[in-house]
Every structure is written in C-alpha cells, then in structure tokens.
C-alpha cells in the first residue's frame, strides 16, 4: 500500500532541493567572479552583470571567509564587547569562536 506524502512534506522536499540547487549555483558564481577578478575583471562590471553594485558585490566575493566572520563579529556584539578579559585570546581565535557560535545557531535552528 502506497502511502501518500502530505502537502508539506512535498514542499519540504522541494525546498532542500532547491536549496541545494541555490548552493551549487551560489559556488559557480563565486568561482566565476573569482576566475573574472584575476582576468582583470572590475567589481564594477562584475557588480553589473550580477545586477547589484560594486560594493556589493565585493563585500559577497571578495572578502575572505576570515573577514566576513570578522564583520559578523563586529556587526553583531559592537567593538566594546570583543575585548576579553586579559586578551589571552587572538583575533583569529575570537573570529573562529564567533564562527563556531553562528555555526550552533544554524544547526540548532534547523533541528526546529
């Protein structure tokens, strides 16, 4: 006896695959910006063809995963609450406990 999948299960479905889908597209423009940047390629002109500005589209693809955790850091607690007691951690190590906190939060968020 065939069981039949509810609505939502359907749809859950074709969210992961699409989500998927939104990855695997998400790796070929970066891979594509970063192929046009060492051709010469402006972030102006990369900006256009994305349909989105220069700025934009440098904070997306050219930043390092370390400055883009560093920016997360800052925007989310404020530069007065990084410093920690006696600084006996560096900023790697601060960015990589931030990264490592956002990382807990995504895998408890979609256990939900």
């Not at 051709?39 to 349909?51: D, P």
Request: net charge positive.
């Amino acid at each position: 006896m065939e069981i039949k999948k509810q609505k939502w299960e359907l749809l859950e479905e074709a969210l992961v695959a699409l989500a998927e889908e939104r990855r695997l597209v998400e790796n070929k423009i970066a891979a594509t910006v970063k192929a046009a940047r060492k051709e010469g390629t402006t972030w102006r002109n990369i900006g256009i063809s994305l349909g989105t500005s220069q700025q934009a589209a440098w904070e997306r693809y050219g930043l390092t995963d370390v400055q883009k955790a560093e920016r997360s850091l800052l925007n989310s607690k404020g530069a007065e609450e990084i410093e920690l007691p006696g600084l006996e951690r560096t900023r790697e190590e601060r960015i990589q406990a931030r990264a490592a906190e956002l990382k807990q939060k995504r895998a408890t968020h979609t256990k939900e």
